[in-house]
């Protein structure tokens, strides 16, 4: 009996190291990836132009490490270039860049910026529930709560389970009665 506890401990503590290790393994799995990623994208666009769906492809591993300013320059040109191919079927492609835009500029803090870009999607998709969300989260950060409200109400009528919105309206809800 009185063995029993220290084992006990002893394979919690086990435990828990295993999942911390798988845990810490993962993400240097995720690290290695983007690094290798970027790396190709770097080695690639040094030796020619990129095609749209690379440029948009490295701006999204740029977002992903952080390299903010790297990620506007290749979402501009992937922008840039679908719209060059003038191909209709690169609207939703187009929407998803202006949306990412709009996300890239918010990160770097610069909420003008990326209200012009969720606007834009918009402009492309005005269902875009993702975009609407982001732009409701611009409308909250500048205090206008009734817009923020408004367009998760749409996103709400688009798909009622959108678990951003619904957080997102009950939040607004608590602070106004705050």
């Known amino acids: 009996m009185i063995l029993a506890l220290p084992i006990f401990y002893l394979s919690i503590l086990t435990i828990f190291l295993l999942i911390l290790n798988w845990l810490i393994f993962q993400q240097l799995k995720t690290i290695l990836l983007l690094e290798s990623q970027f790396k190709y994208f770097v080695d690639k666009s040094q030796n020619r132009k990129l095609e749209p769906d690379e440029s948009f492809a490295f701006a999204k591993v740029c977002v ?3 390299y903010f300013s790297k990620a ?3 979402g501009q040109l992937a922008l ?16 998803n860049l202006y949306n990412m835009l709009g996300f890239i500029y918010f990160e770097a803090g ?5 209200k012009n870009f969720y606007e834009q999607a918009l402009q492309i998709n005005p269902n875009y529930v993702v975009a609407l969300n982001n732009l409701a989260k611009i409308y909250e950060e500048v205090k206008d709560l009734k817009k923020a409200e408004s367009l998760y109400d749409k996103v709400l009528t688009l798909n009622l389970n959108n678990k951003t919105a619904n957080r997102r309206k009950d939040f607004i809800a608590k602070t106004k009665n705050i």
């Not at 679908?82 to 939703?92: C, F, K, P, V």
């Not at 610069?110 to 990326?114: E, G, H, K, M, V």
């Open 80 to 95: 840039k270039n679908y719209r060059d191919l003038n191909i209709l079927d690169n609207n939703i492609v187009i929407a």
């Open 72 to 74: 506007i320059i290749e």
């Open 110 to 114: 610069q909420t003008s910026f990326a």
């Open 64 to 66: 992903a490490k952080k």
